[in-house]
């Protein structure tokens, strides 16, 4: 952009200090104590060489240096997920319809008739993750027979939460399930009056039955996983990621799963840093599966582009409770902690920090127990880096052992989509302290945020920011209140500084300072001042990471890396792109309520019009089929 006062004064002979970006202009909030405030910064080689004001980048300017004004908007460090399933996300990216942020049924019912028309036979369309009834202004599910209206032929999957999922009839034969069907371990398929299944799987409690069904959908191959995978890089740029921990999950095999970051990386051609955990698949196998890792790689090989961070968030199958807050807490084996006991033994051994998914404090408490065990040997935690993430009803008492024993923690805004079944279970009380964030960080802990995406939550870090803030689920729910909130300086640096620390990188990422990498985001509104509400509409206009421009929009348009286009062209990304950005002017919550006044008014009108076509002399309806509202073909 064309930037006056400021022309290139690098001289041939001193070129070599010149900067490969600088943006000036802009309200940057650095995370540094030392210069918590600055106008401008320059990039060179990836890194940053100043950070300061005008003055401070002008000598750095060459004939070769890109200069952007970012009109007087916010930027802030580039965040960093701390746990986001970014690698299965990206192989699967490309072919998921998504629902997230869109606020009524009736358009994501729209979106699925249109994406079923465009799906060539054999594929599926699914919906995974990222969406919650309570979003709605319909405060429901899809029927079974809103998805065979929708899509009679083709196979639907609609994934909702840890707890169910809504299958059409062409699912429920694609899949393979019948009256014959046995029931599965830990889940249900929901039976009519006849035996045969109705297209409901219920979670009861653990999701396997959801996850073990989508993965008989047919999957990506070749190039498409890197396309899949670069488009979802740039989605999630646009919220101003430029970091995540990868925390693995099932269905991510190590190293097949991992083949196509790993050659993306490779090429230059990442735009988020990934930092990765290894994740046993196979329930008898896991000490196998450690001991063979061990033997192929070592925690922070890599580069600062992409690099293993450890094992976990499971070690072993039996210690791993399950999130379903519709269901009881379940009850784990009595005697888990002979195998858990000897992979963390393994690890410690060999110099692997880890990550442990553990929503119940339950469940917490057993894992210190066999923490304190080793730690007593003086063989914990042996100067690896180790955390619980969730921790959704973790105790004070439990913090405290955490806190001794040099352990961290890693939050998501899970309750965000979950808040309501978890207050309908536990009470408005738990779900006060559901987690416990602030007595987390009043003992010291590093505590990283992140969203768990993208089976459950949305990948938008912003909606986990105004959780974090305000306490508020996506359906406006208060879960948390003020004593169990964080400000917003709090809040943006669990996103960025506490991420770092949690990938030993807190010395070069989380603030911008020189000598730390050039990660920064320029936003659409200024985050310290914007009304709570409008918090969760915020995206970045210009994402950097490493001085690459990997997202521009607005002004700064076309100033990104081009993408290869979506393949294949059926894609529901093609069509509808990823998340479903609100309209602006409008805060989220009064636009909740004007959708709701909407569809009230539209069952109104309706029962109007029936009225009127039934009354004698009457003329017929003016409207009908898909007239009556040519966006969504109703």
Partial sequence: MPVGGLIPSATEGNSENAADLVVRNAKIHTGDPARPRAGALAVRDGVLTAVGDDKDVAPLIGPGTKVVDALGRRMVPGLNDSHLHVIRGGL??????????????????????????????GQWVRVVGGWSAEQFAERRLPTVAELNAAAPD????????????????????AAGYTRDTPEPRGGQLVRGRDGEPTGMLLAAPSALILYSTLAKAPVLEGDDK?????????????????SAIDAAGGFQNFPENYSTVVELAAAGQLSLRIAYHLFPQTAGQEIADLKRWIEMARPEDGDEWLRLNGAGENLTWAAADFENFAQPRPELSSDYEGDFEAAVRLLMANGWGFRLHATYDETIRRDLAVFEKLAAEGLFP???RWLFDHAETVSADSLDRVAALGGAMSVQNRLSFQGEAFVRRYGPGAAADAPPIRAMLERGLTVGAGTDATRVSTYNPWIALHWLITGRTVGDLVVRPPHNRVDRHTALAMFTEAGAALTGEEGVKGVLRPGCLGDFAVLSEDYFTVPEPDIARIESLLTVVGGRIVYAAAEYEGLDEELPPVSPAWSPVARFGGYQAAPGGVSGAR?????????????????????????????????????????FGF
């Fill in 92 to 121: 699967n990216y490309v072919l998921e319809l998504r629902w997230d942020g869109v606020p009524t049924l009736r358009q994501g019912l729209a979106m699925l008739r249109e994406q079923a028309a465009r799906t060539p036979k």
């Fill in 154 to 173: 083709t196979p639907v999957f609609v994934l909702h939460l840890y707890q169910s999922a809504v299958l059409n009839r062409a699912a429920l034969k």
């Fill in 226 to 242: 890197k396309t899949s995978t670069r488009h979802f890089l740039r989605e999630l740029n646009r919220f101003g990621l430029t």
């Fill in 382 to 384: 042996a100067g690896n």
């Fill in 591 to 631: 636009q909740a309520e004007l959708l709701g006044e909407a569809v009230a008014e539209s069952e109104l009108h309706r029962r109007w019009r029936t009225r009127r076509d039934s009354a004698p002399g009457a003329q017929g309806p003016l409207l009908d089929g898909p007239l009556l509202d040519p966006c």
